[in-house]
């Protein structure tokens, strides 16, 4: 298993642009979510999904698009970036048999210039 | 959900204990606690999580205080490779995790 996986790892963009972060997980897993870290802070909840189909704000969710069009994939989308979405983005994802354990991505370091 | 607070930072000795504490005084009776680390600036790894009786796992303890207000995890035999940013959250039922700024713990050789 590749477990959760990200794409790209690093992406610089201007003011304004769009983009669409990936994540992708192999375990059959109900449970997505994405969380942005800001330099010295926690981890902030930005949407979660449990399910296909199915998806709610987090914490932080102003900014930001997701969808849910299969268990594998749950892309957030960037609509207009502006520098303070300037972070690392964090996908993670876990199982309805065991949902509290959740498997963290290696994270996508987005800096909007 | 309730509010979590743990010390900035904490040292401890390679092959001791670290003991880890955090306050949730306004935790309620649904809610578990759970502890997460970071590794540098890896995704976080899940630990040990519990609602009111001490639990044990490969990696770490987790004692609830009977009050259930705090709760301390203890990496019985710390290693350097724990040298981490250890998180703990409380949460009922749902996904919506709240991280905080947690403790960084550093394991000194």
């Known amino acids: 298993n590749a477990g959760v996986t990200q794409t790209p790892k690093f992406q610089v963009l201007k003011t304004g642009q769009s983009m669409t972060l990936q994540c992708a997980q192999d375990?059959?897993?109900?449970?997505m979510s994405w969380y942005r870290q800001d330099p010295g802070m926690g981890l902030r909840l930005i949407h979660y999904?449990?399910?296909?189909?199915?998806?709610d704000q987090g914490e932080v969710p102003n900014g930001y698009n997701v969808s849910r069009s299969t268990t594998e994939d749950f892309p957030l989308r960037l609509l207009s970036a502006a520098p303070s979405q300037t972070s690392v983005y964090f996908c993670a994802s876990s199982g309805s048999d065991d949902w509290e354990t959740q498997y963290f991505g290696p994270g996508t370091r987005l800096l909007v210039l | 959900d309730a509010k979590t607070t743990q010390p900035p930072s904490m040292d401890c000795a390679e092959g001791r204990a670290a003991n880890l504490p955090c306050n949730h005084s306004t935790i309620s009776g649904n809610e578990y606690v759970y502890w997460y680390r970071q590794i540098h600036s890896q995704g976080p790894q899940y630990i040990i999580h519990?609602?009111?009786n001490n639990e044990t796992n490969e990696m770490a303890s987790l004692i609830i205080t009977e009050d259930r207000k705090s709760s301390t995890l203890i990496l019985p035999h710390a290693t350097l490779r724990d040298t981490a940013v250890y998180y703990c959250i409380v949460l009922s039922g749902t996904y919506k995790y709240i991280f905080g700024t947690g403790t960084r713990l550093k394991v000194l050789a």
């Open positions: 999904s449990v399910g296909a189909g199915i998806t």
């Open positions: 375990m059959n897993h109900e449970y």
């Open positions: 519990g609602l009111k």
